[in-house]
Nanobody, 115 residues
Framework: QGQLVQSGGGLVQAGGSLRLSCAAS????????MAWYRQAPGKQRELVAS???????NYADSVKGRFTISRDNAKNTVSLQMNSLKPEDTAVYFC?????????WGQGTQVTVSS
């Protein structure tokens, strides 16, 4: 068992930057892929970026070149650096870990980008 604890987020003007962090606590072990998802009001949750334990990253087309996902396997953390933010990036962001024992979700954090 274990949990994911998120930090970061908030309100920023368009063109600004934010950084989200997510730390796995408890007995979370054998973590495979870690990822960030987001859900805007009235929309389905969508994958933003993912990264394997080996460091291979994938991004949604909408954030390529603007967002960077990274992880620290020793600390069981994953981060999302978000640059050149747009109003359409406004959403609740969730981190997710895929482990041998199942999937875990963070509590979610609001990111609001004003125009």
């Amino acid at each position: 068992q274990g949990q994911l604890v998120q930090s970061g987020g908030g309100l920023v003007q368009a063109g600004g930057s934010l950084r989200l962090s997510c730390a796995a606590s408890g007995n979370m072990v054998r973590i495979n892929t870690m990822a960030w998802y987001r859900q805007a009001p009235g929309k389905q949750r969508e994958l933003v970026a993912s990264i394997t334990s080996g460091g291979s990253a994938n991004y949604a087309d909408s954030v390529k070149g603007r967002f960077t996902i990274s992880r620290d396997n020793a600390k069981n953390t994953v981060s999302l650096q978000m640059n050149s933010l747009k109003p359409e990036d406004t959403a609740v962001y969730f981190c997710k870990s895929n482990t041998y024992f199942g999937d875990y979700w963070g509590q979610g954090t609001q990111v609001t980008v004003s125009s």
